[in-house]
T-cell receptor
């Protein structure tokens, strides 16, 4: 599994755009990039997933450069309710049979604190 | 009720007790997972079930015993736990094993005294 590196914490004021960058230098050809959000004492929640270029949904945007060695999660106009830990995960999204299996490997994530 | 539910939400047990955690998913998924999240540590995958068959066991001590009677229900039976087993236990499901999008339940906060 590709190792990911992301900042331990970030602070932002309400209404600002927040960009969280994740480094994954040894990403494999079949790997996808997935981001999860976790509030205290709750399970993680899937935010967005992408392979290359840009992906956008109602919650966030994901920017992936051509070399795919990093990715940036962009949260537009954050509010206090966006205070959470954000995890970047890299791995093959296609299930396969046989020995072993793809599994989500969560790192320590980035703790985002939104300030009023 | 929709999504993934877990009961109980909080559990305090002694080291000699036997208890069970329950997870139920209403999403029609074929894979279910147990994770452990200790304070200030990343989530650790414990068990993976695909179509009611255990396909992954990540070196979890035998005092944790999973059970998957059908594709909608998952249990984690606990016995003779240690204080270091105190953690948030999360259940998740996905359409198929290995799918990147997993749906997590709210977790059971377990305290072993």
């Amino acid at each position: 599994l590709a190792k990911t590196t992301q900042p331990i914490s970030m602070d932002s004021y309400e209404g600002q755009e927040v960009n969280i960058t994740c480094s994954h230098n040894n990403i494999a050809t079949n790997d996808y990039i997935t981001w999860y959000q976790q509030f205290p004492s709750q399970g993680p929640r899937f935010i967005i997933q992408g392979y290359k270029t840009k992906v956008t949904n109602e919650v966030a945007s994901l920017f992936i450069p051509a070399d795919r060695k990093s990715s940036t999660l962009s949260l537009p106009r954050v509010s206090l309710s966006d205070t959470a830990v954000y995890y970047c995960l890299v791995g093959a999204s296609v299930p396969y049979s046989g020995a072993g299996s793809y599994q989500l490997t969560f790192g320590k994530g980035t703790k985002l604190s939104v300030i009023p | 009720e929709t999504g993934v539910t877990q009961t109980p939400r909080h559990l305090v047990m002694g080291m000699t007790n036997k208890k069970s955690l329950k997870c139920e998913q209403h999403l029609g998924h074929n894979a279910m997972y147990w994770y452990k999240q200790s304070a200030k540590k990343p989530l650790e995958l414990m068990f993976v079930y695909s179509l009611e068959e255990r396909v992954e066991n990540n070196s979890v001590p035998s005092r944790f015993s999973p059970e998957c009677p059908n594709s909608s229900h998952l249990f984690l039976h606990l016995h003779t736990l240690q204080p270091e087993d105190s953690a948030l236990y999360l259940c998740a499901s996905s359409h198929t094993r290995g799918h990147y999008e997993q749906y997590f339940g709210p977790g059971t906060r377990l305290t072993v005294t």
